[in-house]
């Protein structure tokens, strides 16, 4: 199975893609989209849909992945970070592919078996899990193979118990 | 000047265009996009994507208008519609439309000079100032028809004041 996962910001928009069978996960690409905070909302947002359909036209995952909004963040944030969750979701409806979402906690719970890990123990078990010896340039790439792995994790588990995920 | 207001829901999002001067305004279409609550977000999310499109490509309008998230209104709804505008921001970016936005109250005191209008109101002075006698299925085309008028009148002060809008 082939899992994008993305982590949504107007500023950076991570991505991971990742090949799976739920309990060995191999790194496929990983990266961010960045945008310039100097240009018009909409335009930013052209740029995150055309860098996400890049990726997902180079690597062909099956299912998109992503962290639900974050509520405790305040709502100026979460409402602009929905914005940009609008444009991931439409550019997966339009290449076929399905969405599924996980609250913070379970990919931290998934990643790293707690579920109020920091950041940089999500980063080491991130690329510990995938064999991977070097930092990404960015958190945002890290975030989103995280949630990539929880996906597939997930989805292996509904399948072993029957479940079609 | 030939602009789209759009009153962005899951449900239903409005789209209203009009012909305008400033002050004199007619009515060139206006309709809804509706999504079947029983398919998953991301497909509805691409049905209102192909549905604005679509009114774009037919009336090419110079600029999209659009209401700022309303932020009385509870935080889910308010995500809920964010990723919506998101995709309608990404529609403008696409044809190459800039995305002005206005308050409700903007828009209230811009159509009926009071901005604490009822929907009702509203309604009735956007069909008054259209000249159109019928009465629209739902009031988000007349709400989308609305912001597109407040565009227009605040476009055309800022011209008539020197400043470019």
Tied chains: 1, 2.
Excluded: W
């Amino acid at each position: 199975m082939r899992i994008i996962g993305v982590d949504c910001g107007a500023e950076k928009t991570g991505y991971g893609v990742i090949d799976t069978d739920g309990s060995r996960h191999q790194l496929v690409s990983a990266g961010i989209v960045r945008t310039n905070t100097a240009e018009a909302f909409e335009k930013r947002l052209n740029v995150i849909a055309d860098g996400l359909r890049d990726v997902l036209g180079a690597f062909q995952p099956g299912v998109m992945a992503v962290e639900e909004v974050f509520h405790s963040i305040n709502t100026k944030s979460a409402l602009k970070l929905a914005h940009v969750r609008g444009v991931a979701f439409l550019v997966a409806a339009q290449a076929g592919l399905s969405v599924s979402e996980y609250s913070p906690l379970s990919v931290k719970m998934s990643v790293v078996g707690y579920g109020r890990a920091e950041k940089q123990q999500v980063q080491m078990m991130v690329l510990s899990l995938l064999g991977v010896s070097q930092k990404f340039e960015s958190f945002d790439a890290t975030d989103a193979l995280a949630v990539a792995i929880c996906h597939g994790t997930q989805a292996n588990s509904l399948l072993l118990s029957g479940t079609r995920a």
